[in-house]
């Protein structure tokens, strides 16, 4: 007969660990904006409305905060509900915090 090998014994804090990994996100990570870039576009997911629009700005209202990408030949494909497809070749994004009070009060 074989001798047995000895099985390691999990330890309680692995089990709790493994718990959290599996457990229910917190609530707010839903409510977070989503941006996934798909063969030459972005979309965009929590998007409450757009604030500017122009070929080289697109300025957009993300909840918490405002988003803005910056470009060339940027234009909206398609807005459906919260969800926005943006095409053209962007330069550089900035994000800025909703509720922020800028230098010159506005």
Known sequence: MKPR???????????VSLRGMLAQ?????????????RGGYLVTEGCRRVLDFEPEKICLDMGNFIVTFYGTELRIES???KRLILAGRIANISFRNK?????HGT
């Open 79 to 81: 807005l459906t509900g």
């Open 25 to 37: 996100p917190p609530s707010a990570f839903y409510r977070l904006p989503e941006f996934e870039l």
């Open 5 to 15: 090998k000895a099985k390691a014994k999990r330890t309680r804090k692995e089990a």
């Open 99 to 103: 509720w922020e009070v800028s230098e």
